[in-house]
C-alpha cells in the first residue's frame, strides 16, 4: 500500500520563476492538503483540494495556486518566485468522510529560490 | 484563531533519561491533538493522538494525555533512545479545520 509520495524531493529555482510540485494520495485517501515547514518552523497550511476544487485556504497569497485530478493526485503552483519562498513542501492526504482520521505526510519537496 | 505553544528546544538528553515536552493549545471548541515526528531528510509521521478530554495516546513508548483544565498535551517518554532522535510537532485539528502545528521541539538523545 504506497503512501503519500511527492516529486521533486528537491527543485532550485531562480527569483521571478514558477515552479510545480506533484503529490499522489495514500490510496484510498481522496483529499490532498499542502502544508509549507519553513526551516526550524512547524508546517504552515496552505490550501486543502477535495473533488477537483480548493475548500480551504491558508493565509498564503495569490501566487501559491492549486489543482486536483481525477485520480485525487494534485499539483501546487507557486508563480513569481521569491527567496521566501524557499522552503519544505508537504503534501498530506486523508478521507473527506472520516475527518477525525489523521493526515498522512509525503516526506515532502525541498525548494530553494536563490 | 487556534494555536500550540510548544517548549523550545534543542532538548538533549543522554540514552535511557525521561523525557517531557510541553504542549498547551488555545482552541475553540473540543480539537483533536497530535503529537507528530519527523526523522532526519522524511516528512511528519503520526506518533500519537487524542480526541477528547482525559484520553491518553500512546505509540511506542510515548505517551500524552489530554488534559481540558490546563489546555496541555505533554509529551512523556520514561527512556528515551538515540533512536527517538528527531523534531516533534504537537498539533490540534477542531472538526474540519486544518491541522495547526507547533513550531517542534528537537530532540538528540546521545549514547
Known amino acids: 500500500d504506497a503512501g503519500v509520495t511527492q516529486s521533486p524531493t528537491h527543485l532550485i529555482k531562480t527569483r521571478g520563476q514558477q515552479v510545480t510540485l506533484r503529490c499522489s494520495p495514500k490510496?484510498?485517501?481522496?483529499?490532498v492538503s499542502w502544508y509549507q515547514q519553513a526551516l526550524g518552523q512547524g508546517p504552515q497550511f496552505i490550501f486543502q483540494?477535495?473533488?477537483?476544487?480548493?475548500?480551504q485556504r491558508g493565509n498564503f497569497p495569490d501566487r501559491f495556486s492549486g489543482h486536483q485530478f481525477p485520480n485525487y493526485s494534485s499539483e501546487l503552483n507557486v508563480n513569481a518566485l521569491l527567496l521566501g519562498d524557499s522552503a519544505l513542501y508537504l503534501c498530506?492526504?486523508?478521507?473527506?468522510?472520516?475527518?477525525?482520521?489523521?493526515?498522512?505526510f509525503g516526506n515532502g519537496t525541498r525548494l530553494t529560490v536563490t | 484563531g487556534d494555536s500550540v505553544t510548544q517548549m523550545e528546544g534543542p532538548v538533549t538528553l543522554s540514552e535511557e533519561a525521561f523525557l517531557t515536552i510541553n504542549c498547551t493549545y488555545t482552541?475553540?471548541?473540543?480539537?483533536?491533538l497530535f503529537w507528530y515526528v519527523q526523522y532526519p531528510g522524511e516528512g511528519l509521521q503520526l506518533l500519537l493522538k487524542?480526541?477528547?478530554?482525559?484520553d491518553k495516546g500512546s505509540n511506542k513508548g510515548f505517551e500524552a494525555t489530554y488534559r481540558k483544565e490546563t489546555t496541555s498535551f505533554h509529551l512523556e517518554k520514561g527512556s528515551v533512545q538515540v533512536s527517538d532522535s528527531a523534531v516533534y510537532f504537537c498539533?490540534?485539528?477542531?472538526?474540519?479545520?486544518?491541522?495547526?502545528f507547533g513550531k517542534g521541539t528537537r530532540l538528540s538523545v546521545i549514547a
Open positions: 498530506a492526504s486523508s478521507l473527506i468522510s472520516d475527518p477525525r482520521s489523521p493526515l498522512h
Open positions: 490510496s484510498g485517501h481522496d483529499t
Open positions: 483540494y477535495y473533488e477537483e476544487e480548493e475548500r
Open positions: 482552541a475553540t471548541g473540543y480539537p483533536s
Open positions: 487524542a480526541t477528547k478530554a482525559d
Open positions: 498539533a490540534l485539528s477542531s472538526g474540519n479545520t486544518p491541522l495547526v
